[in-house]
């Protein structure tokens, strides 16, 4: 067992170090040292899973909720600090989803599909 934790704090090293690891901290960085970004972040969040939440309940939301997403997506595009947040994120999560997709397949699981 103590050579596949250390194969783990391997690949975590491996991970931190990444070029998309780094970019997400830079940008997570960036955003908490801007207020209104960091802001931006939380509100679209908050509008995603109110949607969400809906759309489990089996419910459509209503126009003005897409409309206030849309605008706050259209806003945090614009934003430098969120939009390059969002993209660091984007590609350090697929990174994250390979390295699960290649364990999996390792193993012998089947990994989940991605949305």
Do not use: N
């Not at 250390?6 to 690949?11: E, F, H, I």
């Not at 040292?33 to 759309?55: G, M, S």
């Not at 595009?77 to 989803?97: I, N, P």
Request: net charge positive.
């Amino acid at each position: 067992m103590g050579m596949i934790h250390d194969l783990a704090k391997g690949l975590g090293k491996a991970l931190k170090e990444s070029p998309e690891h780094q970019a997400f901290v830079t940008a997570k960085k960036r955003v908490k040292a801007d207020r209104k970004a960091e802001q931006l972040i939380v509100d679209l969040r908050q509008k995603h899973f109110e949607l969400a939440a809906l759309q489990a309940q089996g419910k459509k939301p209503a126009p003005e909720q897409l409309k206030a997403v849309e605008a706050l997506g259209k806003e945090a595009q614009a934003h430098a600090a969120v939009s390059e947040y969002f993209q660091a994120e984007t590609k350090f999560g697929q990174l994250w989803s390979d390295v699960h997709r290649v364990l999996c397949e390792a193993v012998g699981v089947d990994a989940p599909k991605q949305p």
